[in-house]
Structure formats: C-alpha cells, structure tokens
C-alpha cells in the first residue's frame, strides 16, 4: 500500500498516522528513538506491508499487469491502489480528503524533530501541491509512475504500465475493495491489541 492507504489504516491518533507514513522513510530497527505512538505506527506499516504481500486479492491484482513487468507490478499497484482509494475515499473515512490530509500535515509539523529531512521534504511537497488529493488524476498517476520509475536502481519507464492498469480497472478495484476492507480490519485489531515493548 501507499502513503495515502497508510494514512488511512493508521487510525486517527496523530503519532500513529505519523508512523504509518514514516514506515516507508524509516528502516532498520526500531529502538525508542521516537514517542511510542509513532514508532507503534511504524510497526503498524510494517504489519499492513507484510498482510498486503501475502493477501489473495493483492496477489489476483498482480496478475493484471503483462509478465515482463512482473518485477515493477507491485511498485504500480501501490500507486494505482492510492488512485483507488483517492476517488472512492468517501467510502473510508467520514472527513473530505482534503480536510483529512490538511489535518495530518497540520498535527504531524508538532512532531518534525522526529521526522527525517528525506520525508519532511515529501511532507512539504505533498502538502504543497495537494499530492495525495490529486492521486484522484490519471495523469497524476502516470507522473507519479514515471518519477519513482526514474529514481529505481536501473530506471524503467514505469509510466507505460498506466493503459494496463485502466484496462483490468474493474479487476483492480474488486481487488482493492477486499484487499482494503481486511487491511482495515487487521490494522484496527492492531491498534487495539498492541502492547509491544513500546505501548503508547
């Protein structure tokens, strides 16, 4: 899953949203450096990224996209699901996405100590220019697509996988609707059970 998808599953304490957007800034282990609650969303990223790798829906969307992108497909999906999620987000979460975007930008900048120089620079991008709201723009996503696909190792043109992505649309979309509708479940059964060493 993506930012936006993370935001999402985080729940609405602030330091856990945090957390779940760190997931993709932060590596390594985890060793108190943070407030409890934001490392707790960090580890509530990594649970979402290991459910999401193994979870039958995500593994049927795979499968929309031609075998030679087989090895950039999961990168793909991850965006396309955030433009899945962008366009029905009404159907998540009871706030406007712009409220609820504005709002995590708002609380996270209480806690930019903690915050990485590589993802503040992302937060202000994102806030800027409304970002995760315009996940909802093809165009947007196949920008998207075409920059992370410059920033690989090996640069691929990620950009040419869109016009798949469209077409299995309907697929990708029951895929995303299951897919999501367990995420939530295991992330809320996550919240409220986490006593790790760390407990908020």
């Not at 990223?45 to 049927?60: E, K, L, Q, S």
């Not at 087989?70 to 029905?88: E, P, S, T």
């Not at 709201?133 to 697509?145: A, D, F, I, K, P």
């Amino acid at each position: 899953m993506n930012y936006l998808a993370h935001l999402l599953l985080s729940g609405p304490e602030a330091r856990w949203r945090l957390g779940g957007l760190l997931g993709d800034f932060v590596k390594g282990p985890l060793n108190g450096e943070r407030p409890a609650a934001i490392e707790a969303g960090i580890r509530l990223h990594r649970r979402i990224d290991a459910a999401t790798g193994t979870h039958a829906a995500y593994r049927d969307a795979l499968k929309v996209s031609d075998p030679g992108w087989r090895r950039y497909a999961g990168i793909a999906l991850d965006i396309w699901f955030d433009h899945l999620l962008a366009q029905n987000w009404r159907q998540w979460h009871p706030l406007d996405l712009e409220d609820f975007c504005a709002g995590c930008w708002r609380d996270f900048r209480s806690d930019s100590r903690y915050i990485p120089p590589h993802a503040r620079a992302f937060m202000a991008r994102a806030e800027q220019f409304k970002l995760l709201q315009s996940y909802r723009e093809e165009r947007v996503v196949g920008l998207t697509l075409e920059r992370v696909g410059q920033r690989l190792r090996h640069p691929v043109a990620l950009q040419e996988m869109l016009p798949e992505l469209n077409a299995g649309r309907e697929q990708l979309e029951h895929n995303f609707n299951a897919l999501l509708t367990d995420l939530n479940l295991e992330a809320a059964r996550f919240r409220q059970h986490y006593s790790g060493p760390d407990k908020p």
